[in-house]
């Protein structure tokens, strides 16, 4: 059935506006066919989506700010392809790393022993030449603002920061949300389609009652954001991963701009009230070079192998991490998202030309959730995988212990360990699992 058009002023064209129009003065409306919950990088990526169908719409995002922290990194293919489509490509490659994403390391610590090294982009026997880069390696801080930038001048959209949804209560032809600014002030807003793009915790979701399906917490890390030059250590073996064994320091770190700016995820020893005092120490262990790292944050996170058991509720689409928790083994989190987002803009622009809109919009989760599913047991299959180094190598009480047996491995033990690391090279080249037509 086709939905009711809403009053003519609400789908009136608006002008262009300017970036701080949309941000401040703009009164939010009363109406929108579309509200989007969440300006993340799926809920940007919905809004391109969704202007380039020319639908209007309303994104709102409760933070101030987009995303500090690098966070996501990796754009796989298809993902890469849609942004192309929505005509930021080019712009996200500017702003992505200019590292060569040449090999995957796995070292005691960073200025320590090379325990094994995964080729990225092998080289042709017979030319001599490496083959393309995997995927772009975009840290998810540099990406967002090109995406909220992106959206805003959108004449079809209206993208509000510092705006939170607080409640929402479906009618049999509408959605009514309720919104809050920072400064506490209430409004609502109606509309015919609510896209969750609220991420993982998603209080969408959590108001309608949507359970997710799966297992997790799976321990809790931290993500240390620091900033540092390690040009030295990574220059002949350049790549965005270094997977650190030190026994007091096991974690992984992630180079995304190899004079600056990287991340250091290991495990969160501290209590719940949000502090844990070892990990300078363990930071500064994990590196073991000459350089004091400044570090400009600390995140605790836990990861979870969950999907959600609904993709919709009435008139509620969830969409991205509130539809999913992958663990970050894989990078698939942010690329499954965008591929939804792109699922389900199409068949909204299906049903807002007048398709049957419960068949279109079921078809959505049916084509989204096995591959969200599949993505998620990928994630985990890649997180467990990684134990088969540690396995080779054994369990070393501290770090002279786990150097020692480094150096006395047998040419077998050596053997072993090259192909447990050959073993990993689905983790980072695998594209994941597309959503059916995707
Ligand atoms: C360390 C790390 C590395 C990762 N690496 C990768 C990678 O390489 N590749 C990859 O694909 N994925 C990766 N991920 C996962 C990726 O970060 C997430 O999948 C991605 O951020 C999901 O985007 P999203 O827009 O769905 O959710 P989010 O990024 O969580 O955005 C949700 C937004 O909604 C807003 N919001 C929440 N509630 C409300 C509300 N009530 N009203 C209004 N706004 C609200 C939030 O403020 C937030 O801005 C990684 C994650 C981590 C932690």
Redesign the pocket.
């Known amino acids: 059935m086709r939905s009711p058009p809403l009053p003519r002023e609400t789908t009136m064209r608006a002008p262009p506006l300017s970036r701080e129009t949309t941000m401040r003065t703009r009164p939010l409306p009363r109406e929108t066919p579309v509200l989007v919950?969440?300006?993340?990088?799926?809920?940007?990526?919905t809004s391109l989506l969704l202007s380039q169908r020319d639908i209007e719409h309303l994104v709102?995002?409760?933070?101030e700010e987009?995303?500090r922290?690098?966070?996501?990194?990796?754009?796989?293919r298809r993902?890469m392809e849609i942004l192309d489509g929505v005509g930021v490509g080019d712009e996200v490659r500017a702003v992505s790393s200019r590292l060569a994403l040449d090999f995957i390391t796995w070292c005691t610590t960073l200025g320590g022993a090379e325990v094994g090294r995964l080729g990225l982009r092998p080289a042709d026997p017979e030319t001599g030449e490496r083959g393309p880069e995997p995927w772009l390696n975009c840290s998810?801080n540099r990406l967002?603002p090109v995406l909220m930038a992106a959206a805003r001048r959108q004449q079809q959209a209206q993208v509000v920061s510092g705006?939170?949804?607080?409640a929402i209560d479906q009618a049999p032809e509408a959605v009514v949300a309720t919104?809050r600014t920072t400064d506490g002030n209430e409004s609502q807003v109606e509309a015919r389609w609510a896209i969750a793009?609220?991420?993982?915790?998603?209080?969408?979701r959590r108001m309608l009652g949507i359970e997710m399906e799966g297992i997790g917490p799976l321990g809790r890390f931290a993500?240390i954001h620091f900033e540092a030059d390690l040009t030295p250590w990574i220059r002949d073996r350049p790549g965005p991963l270094y997977w650190i064994l030190h026994p007091e320091a096991t974690g992984t770190l992630?180079v995304h701009d190899p004079e600056r700016s990287h991340?250091f995820?290991t495990m969160w020893t501290g209590g719940a009230d949000g502090q844990d005092e070892t990990l300078p120490d363990r930071l500064a262990a994990a590196l073991d070079v000459p350089v004091t790292p400044k570090i400009l944050s600390v995140?605790s996170?836990s990861p979870h192998v969950q999907v959600a058991s609904r993709y919709r509720e009435g008139r509620v689409l969830l969409?991205?991490?509130?539809?999913h928790?992958?663990p970050?083994t894989?990078?698939?989190?942010?690329?499954?998202?965008?591929q939804e987002a792109e699922n389900l803009v199409a068949r909204l622009a299906e049903v807002e030309a007048g398709g049957p809109h419960a068949g279109l919009l079921q078809g959505y989760e049916a084509a989204c959730r096995p591959a969200a599913q599949a993505n998620a047991d990928e994630s985990f299959e890649n997180m467990k995988r990684l134990a088969e180094i540690a396995r080779v190598i054994g369990s070393w009480p501290d770090l002279a212990g786990l150097e020692r047996r480094i150096a006395d491995l047998t040419d077998a033990e050596r053997q072993q360990l090259a192909k447990a690391v050959d073993a990993q090279s689905s983790h980072f080249l695998s594209d994941g699992s597309f959503p059916d037509g995707g």
Do not use: K, Y
């Open positions: 919950i969440g300006g993340g990088p799926v809920g940007l990526v709102v995002e409760r933070r987009t995303q922290a690098p966070a996501a990194h990796v754009i796989r993902p998810q967002e705006v939170e949804c607080v919104l793009a609220d991420g993982a915790g998603s209080p969408t993500m992630i991340v995820m995140e996170w969409v991205g991490d509130a539809a928790r992958f970050p894989g990078g698939l989190g942010l690329n499954t998202g965008i």
